[in-house]
């Protein structure tokens, strides 16, 4: 039996199929699947548990609004987690949201 998790994150321009990168070793199968923006995780997510994922974990660049999304759209079927920073953490993750913000307005 092998068991199976997803970790998805935010990748612009990203294929949550075509991108997505497979880890399967002694009995556990990991799945690291890019979305291109958050509103496509719950659909991804869905998909995922039909294809046997037995838990979910976002990144936790994921606002809470597109988690709470992602934890409806898979209906208690299997266990959603949302990565957390610790507060020691909170300002680099807050320096590197605001590059993330800063780069995509240079791509449009």
């Not at 075509?18 to 496509?40: A, E, F, K």
């Not at 993750?93 to 995509?104: I, M, V």
């Amino acid at each position: 039996m092998t068991l199976s998790w997803a970790y998805i994150y935010e990748h612009p321009g990203s294929d949550p199929v075509d991108d997505r990168v497979v880890l399967d070793r002694d009995g556990q199968r990991t799945y690291l699947v890019p979305v291109p923006d958050p509103s496509m995780a719950p659909a991804v997510a869905a998909d995922l548990v039909a294809e046997g994922v037995a838990l979910i974990e976002l990144c936790g660049g994921f606002a809470l609004t597109a988690a709470a999304r992602v934890v409806e759209a898979v209906g208690g079927r299997v266990p959603v987690g949302h990565v957390t920073f610790a507060v020691d953490s909170v300002r680099g993750a807050t320096q590197y949201g605001e590059l993330f913000e800063a780069d995509q307005s240079h791509a449009d």
